[in-house]
């Protein structure tokens, strides 16, 4: 029985953070930064020293022109937008704010109402864009932090793959070599050829070194994919992923299957190896569900468990352990490498949800 168009289920499972969720994206109130206060007490003394100037200012002779308190007091907003991003601009647009309405509606009630209509409406202009100021303030922050930590975690998962490989090759195929170079090493050197039981065991000896050595390379380049397409190496993929563990990997393809490109093909087979990793890995699943779809124009991989699901605290997809995450942002950069989107929440399981779409040239689908 064919399951339900991938695409179509997983955007109704995706689920969008909420405005609570949203806002922790955003570092907390600066309230603790003495530069804070300082901007806070900056504000206020512009406006103080403004007043004092249009207290003592006579009409022909104007010491504050119309209009500065609201240029005047923009200078502390725009400093705590750059420095602490939306909720110090925020927090300082509130205070120049409301002291400028004060001084408006003196404004107001003894000068040109007209006036002070106008410079109140500047101020909502300052206010606007100190905000806007804030929030790319915090986009470009947190995208240079993502960056920085998301640099030490590659130098890290390098370390941990050459460890990995060197032990894969000292566990078995050094160690099988070893046995073999010690039955050859027993052999009299007299006799032709080798006695049949260390024929049988050298033959043994060899057929498990390359078992262990195609094992390795098929885990650094799939030579499945190459060689009969995305769609069997998926299916590869699920069996070895259900025979390896104690959960179950299920495998469905719908559509009308059609050419790929090479590295779209790798990039979804990546990702669906990525993602089936972490959900028998990390979230402690019993049940993987790997979906792909050949929709007119687009290619759909969806890629649900039923673990531990996803976390929001902290702003953005916070999934556990830090290889996790790291294994969230990589399949995230093979996405956008082949101008695909890429979605991560939770599932209708309270699991974890992974979708890919890409989209292919009309003839190959």
Avoid: C
């Avoid at 950069?333 to 890409?358: D, K, N, Y």
């Amino acid at each position: 029985m064919a399951s339900p168009e991938p695409g179509t289920q997983a955007g109704q499972e995706i689920s969008r953070p909420s405005f609570r969720q949203a806002l922790q994206f955003y570092r907390k109130p600066p309230i603790r930064e003495p530069l804070f206060w300082i901007v806070q007490l900056a504000t206020v003394a512009i406006f103080g020293l403004t007043e004092l100037l249009r207290q003592v200012e006579s009409s022909n002779h104007p010491l504050v022109p119309p209009g500065a308190v609201v240029v005047l007091d923009a200078i502390p907003v725009l400093i705590a937008a750059l420095n602490f991003g939306l909720y110090g601009s925020a927090i300082t647009a509130l205070v120049a704010t409301v002291l400028v309405a004060v001084a408006l509606g003196q404004d107001i009630t003894s000068h040109d109402p007209l006036d002070a209509w106008a410079q109140g409406a500047q101020m909502v202009i300052v206010d606007v864009v100190g905000t806007i100021v804030g929030h790319f303030q915090e986009v470009v922050t947190r995208a240079r932090q993502e960056i920085v930590a998301y640099a030490a975690r590659i130098v890290d998962s390098q370390e941990e793959e050459r460890k990995r490989i060197a032990r894969e090759l000292h566990d078995e195929p050094l160690q099988m070599l070893v046995q073999l170079s010690r039955i050859l090493e027993s052999h009299d050197p007299g006799s032709a050829e080798l006695g049949g039981e260390q024929r049988f065991q050298a033959v043994e000896i060899t057929r498990a070194v390359m078992a262990s050595l195609r094992a390795t390379a098929e885990g650094l380049r799939p030579l499945l994919l190459e060689d009969l397409g995305l769609v069997a190496a998926l299916r590869r993929l699920a069996r070895d992923a259900s025979e390896q563990s104690s959960a179950t990997v299920e495998y469905t393809v719908t559509g009308e299957e059609g050419e790929i490109a090479p590295e779209i093909e790798l990039a979804f087979f990546r990702i669906a190896q990525e993602g089936i990793t972490n959900a028998l890995r990390h979230s402690g699943a019993s049940r993987v569900r790997l979906r792909l779809h050949f929709a007119p124009g687009e290619l759909v991989l969806a890629v649900e468990d039923n673990g531990k699901g996803i976390d929001h605290r902290g702003g953005s997809e916070s999934l556990g352990s830090g290889v996790r995450s790291l294994g969230i942002t990589g399949m995230k950069e093979r996405a956008h490498s082949i101008g695909a989107s890429f979605a991560v929440g939770p599932s209708s399981e309270a699991g974890t949800l992974i979708e890919l779409r890409s989209p292919i040239p009309p003839g190959s689908s």
